[in-house]
Structure formats: structure tokens, C-alpha cells
């Protein structure tokens, strides 16, 4: 879980999140699960690239209001990790965005779109989670 504090810099003119903030929130969230399990030292050379974003967006957010980010991970094969990634409202528990992310493991070194690391693959594999 990953928690942001909405800054007066985050909003629109309407006084709310600004739509393009969202996506900076979920991919602090997306470095902080890697941090928090421990996974980046399995990234040796390999960058997690964002291929796909579906988000929706459901309730607004304003200045003051603290978000919590939950990322979980949907399915994971050798070439592709698909996230969804969760913001609430933390004063009412009520869903503010919700995304669907898809990951593809790019080669720092040329570019080129390769195969998760056999550890990470297995991680990932084993911490999926079923819709209920």
C-alpha cells in the first residue's frame, strides 16, 4: 500500500486531481510494491516498461485528501505482468481511480523486449491474485 497526501500542485482548474497526476500516483505506487518486496535488485538490466494503461476514473480527489494505492498483480508470464492498481479515498474507503496496467520487460542494454527473470517470474507467479 503505497499513501499520497494531495498537494495544491496536483489539482486542475476545477479544483480537483488533475487527471495526468493519476498516473504519476500509480507508478509511485508501482516502484514502492518493487521496493517494498524486495524485487528491484531482480531488475538487473532489465527496465519494466508500461505498454498498456486502462484506468478509470470515479470519484474526485481534492487538496487535503490522502489517497492509498493497493497494486496487485493479475497474471504474470515471461514477456508480460498485468497490474491492477487500486486509489481510494483513505478518509471514506471509497475507490477515487481504479487501472489495469500491462508491463513488458525491456533490455537496458538494446532495447529489446526479453524474458523476466526466472526469480522474479516465480514471485510474481505466486503472489497473483483472483478477482472475487
Known sequence: MTRIRIRSYHLDGYGHVNNARYLEFLEEARWAFFEQHNLLRLLDGIMMVVAR???????????????????????????????????????TGKTAAEADITLVPVSAANGLSTDLPAELLTFLTEHTYAES
Open 53 to 91: 494503461i486502462d484506468i478509470r476514473y470515479l470519484r474526485a480527489a481534492q487538496e487535503g485528501q490522502t489517497l492509498d494505492i493497493a497494486t496487485r498483480i493479475q497474471s504474470a508470464e515471461p514477456r508480460q505482468v498485468m497490474l491492477r492498481q487500486t486509489i481510494r479515498r483513505n478518509d
